[in-house]
T-cell receptor, first 110, second 113 residues
């Protein structure tokens, strides 16, 4: 059974204080690893998909990396508007089924 | 391009009733997946439909069912509602040409009393 674990559960940063969120996974046959951002009361917003170890993708202040066992979401010089829950999910097998971690709740303060 | 839409946005039902939720995917997307999100369990996969056929199914009881129409719109139904069915129900759509991007709707908040 696919398992995804995210850490920390919650993270509080000062504006400009860079940090990383971790997503470790145990799967058989990874097709893709997804990162989403979710604001309260809204659906998850797609950020990145990574496919193979060593791959990196960037978007504004966010950079996602992938190894054979985990993925990191690096947040550089965060701003208060980056506050959200960040979700990691893995896709295995056929079709579009995603197995999600429980998320990291990020709060960025002035 | 319009995003994924879900109706209704909020719903209140009582135990034993049944409910139908609707999802309209992004135009051109043929895959629709449904998820249940609760504070305790997080996001859990319910099922996926592609071209009107169920392609994947999660570990939920048979009270949860779904279908997809020829225009790719999808509905999910929950019969004999239980208190534990209170959750945010999300649908996600993806296209056959960009299967690696799944876009979520805003969800339907179901409260069972």
């Amino acid at each position: 059974e696919d398992q995804v674990t995210q850490s920390p559960e919650a993270l509080r940063l000062q504006e400009g204080e860079s940090s990383s969120l971790n997503c470790s996974y145990t799967v058989s046959g990874l097709r893709g690893l997804f990162w989403y951002r979710q604001d309260p009361g809204k659906g998850p917003e797609f950020l990145f998909t990574l496919y193979s170890a060593g791959e990196e993708k960037e978007k504004e202040r966010l950079k996602a990396t992938l190894t054979k066992k985990e993925s990191f979401l690096h947040i550089t010089a965060p701003k208060p508007e980056d506050s959200a829950t960040y979700l990691c999910a893995v896709q295995t097998g056929g079709g579009n089924k995603l197995t999600f971690g429980t998320g990291t709740q990020l709060k960025v303060e002035l | 391009k319009a995003g994924v839409t879900q109706t209704p946005r909020y719903l209140i039902k009582t135990r034993g009733q049944q409910v139908t939720l609707s999802c309209s995917p992004i135009s051109g997307h043929r895959s629709v997946s449904w998820y249940q999100q609760t504070p305790g369990q997080g996001l859990q996969f319910l099922f996926e439909y592609f071209s009107e056929t169920q392609r994947n199914k999660g570990n939920f009881p048979g009270r949860f069912s779904g279908r997809q129409f020829s225009n790719s719109r999808s509905e999910m139904n929950v019969s004999t509602l239980e208190l534990g069915d209170s959750a945010l129900y999300l649908c996600a759509s993806s296209s056959t040409t960009s299967w690696d991007e799944q876009f979520f709707g805003p969800g339907t908040r179901l409260t069972v009393l």
